[in-house]
């Protein structure tokens, strides 16, 4: 299975938003779910346990198994299903949506779930303004309660994907007796209302998940769920090897997954992936404040070496920010040239006897083991036209993402927050977002490029797919940040293990876990 290609199965999810809500009962209450403990292994970290705040994959894979959302994505689909919403209604203009909550369901510390809890969660995220609040601030006015069950988002224009924002973790109602009203809770192990509830947690070590009792739809396969954090992937693959995890997640190092095909023991499964790799250049700092540094960069960078040499071939080169396999991708960057980087170079005013000297930034630890020769890689690559020197400067996770905005040139990854072409793009370079992500990037005809995809009537008609494409040309013109590769969805786990269902939201359905 590792060897297969996957973008055919991305091809074949290129109706990637074909959003499917359709209304249901009030559900059941669910048993405790089976009493069989699967016991998972992964190299990344949860950052803080609040979904106000925290921002990264791992810990979304966390609310994902935890926390349900008004709606929520059909496992091994990217098609929207009721969650904590039986159904919605949207209103003529598009700029109000209002739900239909689930009645009868409670928060693990007991406090009922209604429209007030939703109203105080989405109220909380405005306050606290954590790293993904512009999920919910960039678009929603404000809250309103309709009644107990019924609650009313009123945005400030209408967005047609609003329903997929919906389904990430900011929109996560909590209970307002477990979470303080404007304050960060990053250990906080409350939770929501999800498959499992979080019986104990000590960072970096050791997770456990136990069923949740009220849970309205059907248990989780394993009643219990033990998630054990390593500090690298040789320890975890050890770890497999020796049936002492049944699952290994996020990431082995890429020549792992080839050699444990060989073990009858262990079973590779490979899945859509649309997790990409990328630079981020801030535009408001010498020297990437200058378009001719941007652009030589992306000349001179060797994307197809960075699969090679870094990922082993378990990524492929992208020339898009937008994912290929996913609706109105065209590959807008070119391909390496180093006699048009060092004209831009030398446009721009370097040259071999005056070089361009840079700080190119990495994270050690947060992208897996593989992220140093990422770093490596694309420093040869910019020397090797003789007219640039890098220098190469590392910090952990936490301060990385402190100095967004202070760094030049760095290295970043991306996991959808929903599926489309906008989460893709509208981050990184809308004027009023770019300075999350550390870009810093303005320009009135991109802005005005977002106003017109996010307000088109037909989610996936021609005129919202020319737009992008007209957004990814001029990406490849102005460089806020550099597409460099896509890289596969890969899971390793013990050959008695079922229940694995991959998907290109990415998430692993914990609840789905099962073993023979």
Same mark, same amino acid.
């Given at each position: 299975?590792?060897?297969?290609?996957?973008?055919?199965?991305?091809?074949?999810?290129?109706?990637?938003?074909?959003?499917?809500? +359709?209304?249901?009962?009030?559900?059941?209450?669910?048993?405790?779910?089976?009493?069989?403990?699967?016991?998972?292994?992964? +190299?990344?970290?949860?950052?803080?346990?609040?979904?106000?705040?925290?921002?990264?994959?791992?810990?979304?894979?966390?609310?994902?198994?935890?926390?349900?959302?008004?709606?929520?994505? =059909?496992?091994?689909?990217?098609?929207?299903?009721?969650?904590?919403?039986?159904?919605?209604?949207?209103?003529?203009?598009?700029?109000? &949506?209002?739900?239909?909550?689930?009645?009868?369901?409670?928060?693990?510390?007991?406090?009922?779930?209604?429209?007030?809890?939703?109203?105080?969660?989405?109220?909380?995220?405005?306050?606290?303004?954590?790293?993904?609040?512009?999920?919910?601030?960039?678009?929603?006015?404000?809250?309103?309660?309709?009644?107990?069950?019924?609650?009313?988002?009123?945005?400030?224009?209408?967005?047609?994907?609003?329903?997929?924002?919906?389904?990430?973790?900011?929109? %996560?109602?909590?209970?307002?007796?477990?979470?303080?009203?404007?304050?960060?809770?990053?250990?906080?192990?409350?939770?929501?209302?999800?498959?499992? =509830?979080?019986?104990?947690?000590?960072?970096?070590?050791?997770?456990?998940?136990?069923?949740?009792?009220?849970?309205?739809?059907?248990?989780?396969?394993?009643?219990?769920?033990?998630?054990?954090?390593?500090?690298?992937?040789?320890?975890?693959?050890?770890?497999?090897?020796?049936?002492?995890?049944?699952?290994?997640?996020?990431?082995?190092?890429?020549?792992?997954?080839?050699?444990?095909?060989?073990?009858?023991?262990?079973?590779?499964?490979?899945?859509?992936?649309?997790?990409?790799?990328?630079?981020?250049?801030?535009?408001?700092?010498?020297?990437?404040?200058?378009?001719?540094?941007?652009? %030589?960069?992306?000349?001179?960078?060797?994307?197809?070496?960075?699969?090679?040499?870094?990922?082993?071939?378990?990524?492929?080169?992208?020339?898009?920010?937008?994912?290929?396999?996913?609706?109105?991708?065209?590959?807008?960057?070119? =391909?390496?040239?180093?006699?048009?980087?060092?004209?831009?170079?030398?446009?721009?005013?370097?040259?071999?006897?005056?070089?361009?000297?840079?700080?190119?930034?990495?994270?050690?630890?947060?992208?897996?083991?593989?992220?140093?020769?990422?770093?490596?890689?694309?420093?040869?690559?910019?020397?090797?036209?003789?007219?640039?020197?890098?220098?190469?400067?590392?910090?952990?996770?936490?301060?990385?993402?402190?100095?967004?905005?202070?760094?030049?040139?760095?290295?970043?990854?991306?996991?959808?927050?929903?599926?489309?072409?906008?989460?893709? +793009?509208?981050?990184?370079? %809308?004027?009023?977002?770019?300075?999350?992500?550390?870009?810093? &990037?303005?320009?009135?005809?991109?802005?005005? &490029?977002?106003?017109?995809?996010?307000?088109?009537?037909?989610?996936?008609?021609?005129?919202?797919?020319?737009?992008?494409?007209?957004?990814?040309?001029?990406?490849?013109?102005?460089?806020?940040?550099?597409?460099?590769?896509?890289?596969?969805?890969?899971?390793?786990?013990?050959?008695?293990?079922?229940?694995?269902?991959?998907?290109?939201?990415? %998430?692993?359905?914990?609840?789905?876990?099962? =073993?023979?």
């Amino acid at each position: 299975m590792y060897k297969r290609k996957f973008f055919f199965v991305l091809l074949a999810l290129a109706v990637v938003l074909a959003v499917g809500l +359709t209304a249901c009962g009030g559900g059941k209450q669910a048993s405790t779910g089976a009493g069989k403990t699967i016991v998972i292994g992964t +190299t990344d970290k949860v950052t803080d346990l609040d979904p106000a705040n925290a921002y990264d994959f791992h810990t979304w894979e966390i609310f994902h198994n935890t926390m349900d959302t008004l709606l929520h994505y =059909k496992p091994g689909t990217t098609d929207l299903e009721p969650g904590l919403a039986e159904s919605y209604d949207v209103s003529d203009d598009g700029k109000e &949506y209002t739900f239909h909550l689930r009645q009868g369901l409670k928060f693990p510390d007991g406090t009922p779930f209604n429209a007030e809890a939703v109203k105080w969660s989405i109220d909380r995220v405005f306050k606290i303004q954590g790293d993904p609040n512009w999920l919910v601030t960039s678009f929603v006015d404000h809250v309103e309660v309709v009644d107990d069950y019924t609650v009313k988002f009123v945005l400030k224009d209408a967005v047609n994907y609003f329903p997929l924002l919906v389904a990430t973790y900011p929109y %996560a109602p909590v209970s307002p007796k477990c979470y303080p009203a404007d304050q960060i809770a990053s250990d906080s192990t409350c939770g929501g209302i999800g498959h499992y =509830k979080i019986e104990k947690w000590t960072r970096d070590v050791e997770m456990d998940l136990v069923a949740n009792p009220d849970w309205y739809g059907d248990p989780p396969k394993a009643g219990k769920v033990i998630v054990k954090y390593f500090a690298d992937a040789t320890t975890m693959r050890l770890a497999l090897e020796n049936g002492e995890i049944d699952i290994a997640l996020k990431s082995l190092n890429p020549t792992d997954y080839a050699d444990l095909e060989k073990n009858p023991d262990i079973q590779v499964i490979e899945g859509p992936g649309a997790q990409i790799r990328y630079i981020v250049f801030n535009s408001d700092m010498a020297p990437f404040d200058n378009k001719l540094v941007r652009e %030589a960069v992306a000349y001179a960078v060797d994307r197809q070496a960075i699969v090679d040499k870094a990922f082993q071939g378990t990524h492929e080169p992208l020339y898009s920010m937008v994912p290929m396999g996913m609706w109105s991708h065209i590959d807008a960057f070119p =391909k390496r040239d180093l006699n048009k980087a060092k004209e831009l170079l030398q446009e721009a005013g370097y040259s071999a006897d005056k070089p361009l000297e840079i700080d190119l930034w990495w994270t050690p630890t947060h992208y897996g083991d593989t992220e140093s020769d990422v770093a490596s890689v694309v420093k040869a690559a910019l020397e090797e036209t003789g007219m640039i020197k890098v220098n190469l400067q590392s910090a952990e996770w936490a301060t990385y993402t402190d100095q967004f905005g202070s760094m030049g040139m760095f290295l970043l990854g991306w996991y959808p927050d929903y599926m489309d072409p906008d989460n893709y +793009t509208y981050p990184f370079a %809308a004027s009023d977002a770019s300075d999350d992500i550390g870009s810093n &990037y303005k320009s009135e005809q991109m802005d005005a &490029y977002f106003k017109s995809e996010q307000t088109a009537t037909d989610l996936r008609g021609a005129e919202r797919q020319k737009v992008f494409e007209d957004i990814q040309k001029l990406w490849a013109v102005d460089v806020p940040t550099l597409p460099l590769t896509q890289g596969k969805l890969l899971v390793a786990a013990r050959s008695n293990v079922t229940g694995i269902v991959l998907d290109p939201v990415m %998430a692993n359905h914990y609840f789905l876990f099962d =073993k023979k």
